[in-house]
């Protein structure tokens, strides 16, 4: 608790943080938390897990008065996100007794209205909170601190101009804080014209290189499926993370690993808040082990012990990328990142390791029992076409792929077609080597 104590807290937020058994600050809450004690303005380069939320909201909390109406705004790109950083939020302002809450859709509108009355901190997605301040449900004229939270994430799914939107209601004499695992042209953008002389920040990576043993498999589009249930169910132990691309591929996913006898929940952007914080409750508990899931709605989640991150689909960059394998070998732990490729996505997948400047071990197929798979008219994914969509970089690309590429999507569980784009964007818009046996700790 001694470098705590340095960092001129409140001894009201002292208790709070001795209460919560912290030991240390973290090195983002070191670096930060002073800064933003001193009125600065801060752009921290901090991966998810790194303790950032406690780093901006220690020093709003010791600088906030309860019942002066909404003096703090945070943005966060999910509804998890901001129920993460609400919940952080009141666990460590219980002593100054502010009222916290959380915005976001999914929910009705009513409660909400009624909670922003009393709100002290705010903590909300950008479309729900433009939402109530059209209907003039949510006054920002009292915002003396804006944090911008997993900035990178917000802008990747669309929501600059609704950032800017809600960032040009609040009043100008205020210190803003953002946060993002990459520093984008964009997010120069938005400090350059939001933000007043930030100061940088930047923690170590959490992840340790040594610790993370990434492998790859060449494996066909039909087999995909037969390969996972095979590599999770030789698992002795472990904790799996497994990335689709899509909401219909993470249903579909879910669905036949259970229907194969292994306990897997999907989480993505179409279910109902309900649902998701079921979801996710079950897996931080461990009575799930699998958590088959889209990049929207794992980004930002601090899910800790993660032994196994599968790419089912491969992620649409080296940003991702890196993002889903940093889920893993973390606190001095060993994790494994599992990327499938398919005929057809070598030059995606090497253009990934050239942007992650990552190498990966090429892994021989083993042999494993072809496996049936439930796929119901409904599921089947329509041809992928590249020319008038756009590429990873939102740009339009008119150039057709040769008819054996088109193949390889239009036979795709889980591959990357147009549809499947769409299907992403709609998304952002909303918010392993032991021998075979029947010991595996994911069955049923």
């Known amino acids: 608790m001694d470098k705590f104590k340095h960092l001129n807290l409140s001894k009201e937020m002292l208790e709070s943080i001795k209460h919560a058994r912290f ?61 993460q950083v609400a919940q952080v939020f009141r666990v460590f302002s219980r002593k100054q007794g502010l009222k916290v809450k959380q915005i976001y859709g999914g929910v009705g509108m009513d409660g909400q209205i009624h909670d922003l009355r009393s709100a002290d901190i705010v903590v909300g997605t950008p479309g729900r ?34 950032v800017e939107s809600i960032v040009k209601l609040c009043p100008t004499n205020r210190q803003t804080l953002l946060f993002s695992a990459t520093i984008s042209k964009d997010i120069d953008y938005l400090a350059k014209k939001y933000m007043k002389s930030p100061v940088r920040v930047s923690a170590g990576e959490k992840v340790d290189p040594s610790k993370l043993y990434q492998i790859y498999y060449d494996v066909q589009q039909e087999m995909k499926f037969s390969l996972l249930a095979f590599l999770l169910k030789r698992e002795k132990e472990g904790v799996v993370m497994v990335f689709c691309n899509t909401r219909r591929n ?21 279910l109902s808040q309900n649902k998701r914080s079921g979801v996710l409750k079950a897996f931080h508990s461990r009575e799930t082990l699998i958590l088959v899931c889209t990049d929207v709605a794992a980004r930002g989640l601090d899910i800790k012990d993660v032994s196994h991150v599968y790419n089912y689909d491969l992620p ?34 090497r253009q990934i390791l050239k942007e992650a400047k990552v190498n990966i071990e090429k892994h021989a197929l083993p042999k494993f029992d072809i496996l049936a798979v439930s796929t119901s008219s409904s599921d ?60 595996s700790r994911f069955r049923r």
């Open 23 to 83: 030991e240390a600050p973290s090195a983002i809450q070191e670096k930060t938390i002073p800064l933003v004690l001193e009125g600065k303005d801060v752009i921290g380069n901090s991966e998810t897990g790194s303790g950032k939320t406690l780093a901006f909201a220690a020093g709003i909390i010791d600088m906030s008065k309860r019942g002066a109406g909404i003096q703090s705004l945070v943005l966060t790109p999910t509804r998890e996100l901001a129920e």
């Open 129 to 162: 909170l433009l939402d109530h301040l059209k209907r003039r449900t949510l006054n920002l004229s009292k915002i003396k601190y804006l944090v911008l939270d997993e900035a990178d994430r917000m802008l990747d799914m669309g929501f600059i101009r609704d």
């Open 250 to 270: 993470t249903d579909k996913l879910s669905r036949n690993l259970n229907a194969n006898g292994l306990h897997a929940q999907a989480i993505h952007g179409g």
């Open 316 to 349: 649409n960059g080296g940003s991702d990328y890196i993002h889903r394998i940093g889920r893993t070998a973390r606190a001095g732990k060993n994790g494994i990142a599992i990327s499938f490729v398919s005929s057809g996505f070598n030059g995606e997948f």
């Open 380 to 439: 089947r994914e329509r041809p992928f076409r590249r020319g008038g969509g756009q590429n990873r970089n939102g740009e339009r690309n008119n150039r057709r792929p040769s008819s054996e590429r088109s193949d390889d999507r239009r036979r795709s569980f889980g591959g990357g077609n147009s549809s499947g784009r769409r299907e992403q964007r709609r998304e952002n818009r909303d918010s392993g080597r032991n021998k075979f046996d029947n010991s």
